[in-house]
Nanobody, 125 residues
Framework: QVQLVESGGGLVQAGGSLRLSCAAS????????MGWFRQAPGKEREFVAVVTRSGRNTYYADSVKGRFTIFRAYAENTVYLQMNNLKPEDTAVYYC??????????????????WGQGTQVTVSS
């Protein structure tokens, strides 16, 4: 079992920044690719970003490229999502997820084995 706990959400004005954290515990952190998804009210959950096991590769949804950065700190067993130039359409509950995969179609949430409880991000215009 892997436990994932997100933090760092909140209310921010458009153009502002937030950094989300996801602390992992229970199994070897480096065995998992770590991803972020989000779900806006009335919409399906969507892929945001993923960082592979090694940390060498990252992938992003087109909607966040150039604004969001995902990175992991192995010593802290934590994955981060730095979000800059936030827009009202980024408002959603953000979820952290872990996948015991070396490679995959990262946007497919079915390949993720563990999920956090989510943290709310609200961007005001």
């Amino acid at each position: 079992q892997v436990q994932l706990v997100e933090s760092g959400g909140g209310l921010v004005q458009a153009g502002g920044s937030l950094r989300l954290s996801c602390a992992a515990s229970g199994r070897t952190f480096s065995n998992y690719a770590m991803g972020w998804f989000r779900q806006a009210p009335g919409k399906e959950r969507e892929f945001v970003a993923v960082v592979t096991r090694s940390g060498r590769n990252t992938y992003y949804a087109d909607s966040v490229k150039g604004r969001f950065t995902i990175f992991r700190a192995y010593a802290e067993n934590t994955v981060y999502l730095q979000m800059n130039n936030l827009k009202p359409e980024d408002t959603a509950v953000y979820y952290c997820a872990a996948a015991d995969r070396l490679t995959a179609v990262w946007g497919n949430e079915a390949i993720y084995d563990y999920w956090g409880q989510g943290t709310q991000v609200t961007v005001s215009s």
